[in-house]
Nanobody, 125 residues
Framework: VQLQASGGGLVQAGGSLTLSCAAA????????MAWFRQSPGKEREFVAA????????YYSDSVKGRFAISRDNAKKMAYLQMNSLKPEDTAVYYC???????????????????WGQGTQVTVSS
């Protein structure tokens, strides 16, 4: 599946942004979807993931309660709603996808086969 992320930008601390990930390909609904982020000099880190069943979502401790991941299989879209943003959320955000089996959970970058190009999120203090 091919992915394209969008929606990044500059926002003040405490503000909100919604990132979108558009997918192309016939198998989107069978993919586990995730968002990762990477800051300069740091490794890519897990932010959030959603299984084929949209009811199953997973979050890193650093964003739990502030971010929400969702998907629309009919539109082949995934989203990351980010609220109460902090300067430490500043990073390039990537969406990722991989085919999944129903019981598996994937939260490391090595688990993912397809990546979007990244979108910059900058949170000013």
């Amino acid at each position: 599946v091919q992915l394209q992320a969008s929606g990044g930008g500059l926002v003040q601390a405490g503000g909100s942004l919604t990132l979108s990930c558009a997918a192309a390909g016939p198998t989107f609904s069978r993919n586990f979807m995730a968002w990762f982020r990477q800051s300069p000099g740091k490794e890519r880190e897990f932010v959030a993931a959603i299984s084929r069943n949209p009811s199953n979502t997973y979050y890193s401790d650093s964003v739990k309660g502030r971010f929400a991941i969702s998907r629309d299989n009919a539109k082949k879209m995934a989203y990351l709603q980010m609220n109460s943003l902090k300067p430490e959320d500043t990073a390039v955000y990537y969406c990722a996808a991989r085919p999944s089996i129903l019981t598996a959970v994937y939260i490391t970058p090595e688990d993912y086969h397809s990546w979007g190009q990244g979108t910059q999120v900058t949170v000013s203090s």
